[in-house]
């Protein structure tokens, strides 16, 4: 029905920046009619960023975006849902104090009038049973009482429901993240039917062999541009993730193996979800670094260390103080009324007191001296914190913790948007830190940070899969584990 | 579309647990209002009578009126500090103007609506806290109210004073008008299916925005209607004070905030009840005075009652949502 019409959507050559970011860097990209398309690509590589622009919910910065072979000018949601376009988000977008059918009646205008809470139920109770056949929802239970699966059950069938609007094409940002393998199988079987009938879908996920067996052509991205399109069965799975890793072989930031088997034991810790025996040791003077996907557990893992060491439990023993390095600043780490002084001497307070007060003249004399040692450019460090940059503020963050009494660091993927040069300062940093016996545990998205790592564990899905030694260690193996489907 | 019978809707999916837990908060309005009422009848059962509601309930109009315009910028998860000095300054209109001058009385009342319209506008474009804003109108109310009427007095309009002293059969006029007001928004921010996208607003912002909705205009219309009952909250209690005092409403601001809470409605999530919100108002007007003068309690310790009435509801609340959970 719509093949006389080859693209239902193609952007040329589109840029967004984030400040300094470059989330997306001259993209193409286009979806034909009746066809799925599978998107990979790692965290950060500029998939949701793509697709928020197919669905008009981010304006991009540069290129063109062409709707059915028109050029759309001034592009946006509801233009997005006139021409047919729909998104369901990575995060849930239900509203949780209403019922599944006023939920259903969000995303359609045209539901209004004498009798439409019967029609909304109908239709989304309609859809529900034509794509999960034992679903189990009611259409007035509401949104916040169902568990997290049932929620996207909800939300992806509510982005097949028509009324008066066209739908030509889905975007379905992972989709299965929180359904079992049952409804996961039900839904991309309905999204085959859906394709085969003549519309159009975009399938965004981490699970490769999902997107292999389903998507008609796969585009892989990497650092914000598409590196690979081809028809999916070009395609393997080893094909995949060579692709999305960069197979090109990068040096090593540091050679030198140290040998630490024989430090002072400062870390032991067993995720809470971990059933086997596998467990996270750290010693003195170790890097360590927390891998896999993003919010697979490895922020939690640091989190509950963090608490273990003010107070016992179970399942971890750490022996030094510890200091945690934010990776969100904004909301976790900076002081924002304070100065930088102010912001680095916090951890330190026992130390720069003097009686009941804290001492200026000590605190100034912490500030300076990391002032020194990290390199943070600023005339005075007494201005606001945030008269510095992001780097310069991280910077401030990192002299915190090491200004402190703590052995242990423990780092949350602390150098998002942090520029090249500062990174490589603060690599410095804490090797120097660690050959004087510091433990650093260290989360990070970036796989190339981690070649600064003695020991690699990689998480998926709340536990520990793999414990790769720095002789071990290449990208591909890491993706290798953190994609590892379950056989 | 399929069609499917209206008879076959399917029985309730067994969702127990979170479904009974709302159920039981749900109750609890109702449950604490009749509480204090059986608190009434044991210390005086004369008192449960249609002159002795009418007696007691007296106040209980405005009172749920204004917890109705309260009600509509907690389901925006916003807050009116304002909706007190808002209710005082227009019982001031409405005992000078809108008897001596019934058309300038009315543009002014209906200007005063368009200026909380506006002030939903200014909220959302400026991303201000509305607890601010608020705060800052409630002086200006204030000292308008005290512009228009600088001494207690005015007179309420007539057919005002004629409307609020109804006497219908049987049923207390109060009670029947909180029935009404209950029913009507009720049905309006419940039922009707713009009511939903207000409600939406509270409850998840971004997901409405990427469904093509305007926040702008939800803001707007919360506000207005925060506007329109704040007016009628005040005209009802000048019909029934028969003057005005530009202090008159000062009360009001926490009693709705308290009335709006003790109704099942929450300060954040778009989570609010009509019906609970003006069963919250009646038990609030009744455990006011007369339950507590029948026990011999001085008028100074009559708020603190209020307050612990409120945390015992709340109380009951959490303990609820923590049992099911």
Not at chain 1, 236 to 247: E, F, S
Not at chain 2, 118 to 123: D, E, K, N, Q
Not at chain 2, 142 to 149: F, K, M, P, R, Y
Not at chain 2, 206 to 233: D, I, N, P, Y
Request: proline share 4%; hydrophobic share 50%; net charge positive.
């Amino acid at each position: 029905m719509l093949q006389a019409i080859a693209d239902i959507v193609r952007l040329n050559g589109a840029e967004k920046h984030f400040g300094a970011v470059r989330a997306l860097n001259g993209v193409d990209f286009h979806v034909g009619a009746g066809e799925c398309v599978g998107l990979v690509g790692h965290n950060g590589a500029g998939k949701s960023t793509l697709m928020h622009m197919v669905a008009g919910t981010l304006r991009p910065d540069g290129g063109q975006i062409a709707v059915r072979g028109n050029t759309e000018a001034s592009y946006s949601v509801a233009r997005a849902l006139e021409l047919g376009i729909r998104c369901v988000f990575q995060e849930l977008s239900l509203c949780p104090n209403l019922s599944v059918a006023e939920n259903t009646r969000i995303n359609h205008p045209s539901l209004t009038g004498f009798g439409w809470r019967r029609r909304a139920a109908d239709l989304i109770r309609a859809k529900l049973d034509e794509i999960f056949p034992d679903h189990g929802i009611s259409a007035d239970d509401i949104a916040g009482d169902l568990s997290i699966g049932r929620r996207q059950m909800v939300e992806v069938a509510r982005a097949f429901t028509l009324t008066s609007q066209p739908l030509h094409l889905v975007i379905l940002d992972e989709p299965t993240s929180s359904l079992d393998a049952h409804a996961a199988g039900q839904l991309l079987s309905f999204v085959r039917r859906f394709v085969a009938a003549g519309g159009s879908c975009i399938l965004i996920s981490h699970v490769l062999g999902e997107v292999l067996q389903n998507a008609d052509r796969i585009v892989v991205m990497r650092d914000g541009k598409v590196v690979a399109a081809d028809a999916a069965d070009v395609f393997d799975r080893d094909k995949l993730v060579a692709a999305m890793g960069g197979a090109e072989g990068h040096q090593k930031a540091v050679t030198k193996a140290r040998t630490t088997e024989g430090g002072v034991l400062r870390v032991r810790a067993r995720p809470a979800r971990q059933q086997d025996g596998k467990e996270l040791v750290a010693r003195a003077g170790e890097i360590i670094g927390l891998a896999g996907l993003a919010g697979h557990g490895q922020t939690d893992l640091l989190l509950a260390i963090f608490s273990a060491a003010a107070r016992a439990r179970a399942g971890i023993e750490v022996t030094a103080p510890v200091a945690l390095v934010a990776g969100d600043r904004q909301s976790d780490g900076i002081f924002s009324q304070w100065s930088i002084a102010q912001n680095i001497g916090i951890r330190s307070l026992a130390r720069l007191r003097n009686g009941l007060l804290i001492s200026p003249q000590r605190e100034a004399e912490l500030a300076e001296f990391w002032k020194n040692k990290i390199g943070i450019r600023t005339p005075d460090m007494n201005n606001n914190i945030f008269s510095l940059s992001g780097g310069n503020q991280q910077k401030a963050l990192f002299a915190r913790a090491l200004g402190s009494d703590a052995q242990i660091v423990l780092m949350d993927d602390p150098m998002r948007g942090v520029d090249i040069g500062t990174k490589l300062e603060v690599y410095d940093l804490l090797r120097e830190e660690a050959a004087k016996g510091r433990t650093f545990l260290w989360y990070t998205t970036e796989t190339e940070e981690l070649d600064n790592c003695d020991h690699v564990y990689v998480f998926k899905n709340g536990r520990i899969v793999a414990n790769l030694r720095r002789d071990e260690l290449t990208e591909e193996k890491i993706i290798q584990s953190s994609f590892g489907d379950a056989a | 579309m399929t069609a499917i019978a209206p008879g076959t809707v399917p029985k309730a999916s067994p969702r127990g647990g979170a479904a009974r837990a709302r159920m039981l908060r749900g109750l609890l309005p109702a449950l604490s209002l009749a509480l204090v009422l059986m608190g009434i009848a044991w210390l005086n059962p004369r008192a449960i009578s249609y002159f002795g509601f009418n007696l007691m309930l007296n106040l209980a109009i405005p009172i749920a009126l204004a917890t109705i315009a309260q009600m509509f910028v907690i389901a925006g998860n916003e807050l009116d500090l304002s909706i007190g000095t808002f209710v005082g300054f227009v019982g001031c209109v409405t005992a000078t103007w809108l008897r001596d001058a019934p058309l300038l009385g009315i543009v002014v009342l209906l200007g005063s609506i368009g200026v909380y319209a506006l002030l939903g506008a200014l909220i959302h474009l400026r991303n201000l806290p509305s607890i601010v804003v608020t705060l800052g109108m409630s002086f200006v109310w204030q000292g308008l109210a005290i512009l228009v009427l600088p001494k207690p007095g005015g007179k309420a309009p007539d057919w005002l004073l004629s409307i609020m002293s109804f006497k219908p059969p049987y049923i207390p006029f109060p009670i029947l008008a909180a029935l009404l007001i209950a029913a009507v928004v009720h049905f309006g921010l419940m039922r009707t299916s713009y009511g939903v996208i207000l409600r939406g607003s509270g409850g998840n912002a971004a997901a409405l925005r990427r469904a093509g909705w305007s926040l702008l205009r939800t803001k707007v219309v919360l506000f207005a209607l925060t506007g329109l009952f704040g007016v009628l909250s005040g005209m009802a209690l000048i019909g029934i004070t028969t003057s005005a005092d530009a202090n008159i409403g000062n009360g009001y601001t926490l009693l709705s905030i308290a009335g709006v809470i003790l109704g099942g409605g929450e300060f954040v999530g778009g989570r609010v009840s009509p019906i609970g919100a003006v069963l919250g108002a009646l038990t609030l007007a009744l455990a006011a005075s007369p339950l507590l003068t029948f026990m011999h309690i001085p008028p100074d310790w009559q708020v603190a009652a209020n307050g612990a009435i409120l945390i015992i509801v709340l109380a009951a609340r959490v303990l609820i949502s923590r049992k099911e959970r």
